[in-house]
């Protein structure tokens, strides 16, 4: 049986990929940590929890030691926006805490996943059908760190064996816990404030086109790209990988159809808009297809569907 450990377990994406991992593999196979510490609620109800803070080496060795760990999926980070206003946390997390985990299944032979995401290209890198294998000159921290995290993956799988493993994730659509200062974020924020108020101000402009993805499609992608033959896998790292791609338009519109007096106005946020339009429109990612099986469930009918039933029930019972 694996023994997993996530980091950043407490994040928009950690905190479904820890239930969905202990689902399968068993509540005390899977350790959660945080680096807050978590006192109570699902994560520390279902399985093993501990405090980790990734830029302290000895806490990720001292738990990977504790609980024989062999598969680590790395997701503590400082996503983009919050990157510009404070771009030494994003290094120090993105980058330093990112090698001592490396370092960590070096030395524990661990395999790890690694998200990189849309962030690891720039405006010199074809913004249509963005190629997995291209120009990448991010202009954010945030693409600085990852790209950075990319490279460093590959180095460690070729140099010392490690088996680092990963995708370019897209905006991440969810309703569990939300994300904390990305550019993408407002595709969630808009389904919460089209429920609660019927009125959103949108930080990006239309025309505005990225790639985006539900939770379970991303959770999936995790997974699955660790359990891949690796005989199969030409590329093992920062694999591309989309699910739909829109502007705030075709969102607002397609929520509209639900919710037919939902208004929506646009206020650009200049450090969103210029990091928004660095980054591909819409990627290419035929490799995650054809190297393991890559195929994703929600589109943008369906994620919007099941966004409006899962979000508008917590509202009707006073949960948000
Ligand atoms: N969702 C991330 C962000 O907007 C992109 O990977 O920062």
């Given at each position: 049986m694996k023994k997993v450990l996530i980091t950043g377990s407490g994040g928009q994406i950690g905190s479904e990929l820890t239930l969905e991992l202990r689902r399968r593999l068993g509540g005390e196979n899977v350790v959660a940590s945080d680096k807050r510490n978590l006192s109570s609620g699902p994560l520390v109800d279902t399985g093993p929890f501990e405090v980790i803070d990734v830029t302290d080496v000895e806490q990720i060795a001292t738990v990977a030691?504790?609980?024989?760990?062999?598969?680590?999926?790395?997701?503590?980070?400082?996503?983009?926006?919050?990157?510009?206003?404070?771009?030494?946390?994003?290094?120090?997390?993105?980058?330093?805490?990112?090698?001592?985990?490396?370092?960590?299944?070096?030395?524990?032979?661990?395999?790890?996943?690694?998200?990189?995401?849309?962030?690891?290209?720039?405006?010199?890198?074809?913004?249509?059908?963005?190629?997995?294998?291209?120009?990448?000159?991010?202009?954010?921290?945030?693409?600085?760190?990852?790209?950075?995290?990319?490279?460093?993956?590959?180095?460690?799988?070729?140099?010392?064996?490690?088996?680092?493993?990963?995708?370019?994730?897209?905006?991440?659509?969810?309703?569990?816990?939300?994300?904390?200062?990305?550019?993408?974020?407002?595709?969630?924020?808009?389904?919460?404030?089209?429920?609660?108020?019927?009125?959103?101000?949108?930080?990006?402009?239309?025309?505005?086109?990225?790639?985006?993805?539900?939770?379970?499609?991303?959770?999936?992608?995790?997974?699955?790209?660790?359990?891949?033959?690796?005989?199969?896998?030409?590329?093992?790292?920062?694999?591309?990988?989309?699910a739909m791609s829109f502007d705030p338009e075709i969102l607002y519109a397609e929520i509209k159809k639900h919710i037919p007096d939902f208004k929506m106005e646009y206020d650009p946020d200049p450090v969103k808009m210029c990091i928004a339009q660095s980054w591909p429109n819409k990627m290419d990612d035929s490799c995650a297809r054809a190297e393991w099986g890559w195929k994703p469930e929600y589109d943008l009918e369906r994620m919007t569907l099941d966004m409006i039933k899962v979000i508008g029930g917590k509202f009707k019972k006073g949960l948000i």
């Open positions: 030691g504790k609980y024989k760990i062999d598969t680590i999926y790395h997701l503590a980070a400082v996503l983009s926006a919050i990157g510009e206003e404070k771009p030494h946390l994003a290094w120090d997390i993105g980058v330093n805490g990112l090698y001592n985990v490396l370092q960590v299944a070096r030395d524990k032979k661990c395999a790890l996943f690694f998200p990189s995401s849309i962030g690891a290209f720039g405006p010199s890198t074809p913004l249509d059908n963005t190629p997995q294998d291209t120009i990448q000159r991010p202009v954010s921290m945030y693409g600085v760190t990852k790209v950075t995290g990319e490279l460093l993956c590959d180095y460690y799988a070729q140099r010392y064996g490690v088996d680092a493993r990963g995708v370019r994730y897209p905006g991440i659509i969810s309703n569990v816990t939300l994300p904390g200062g990305g550019t993408t974020d407002y595709a969630v924020e808009i389904f919460y404030a089209a429920i609660k108020t019927k009125h959103f101000v949108c930080p990006l402009g239309a025309g505005t086109f990225l790639d985006m993805m539900y939770m379970p499609d991303a959770i999936n992608a995790a997974i699955n790209v660790m359990e891949a033959d690796p005989k199969k896998l030409r590329h093992r790292n920062a694999f591309n990988v989309t």
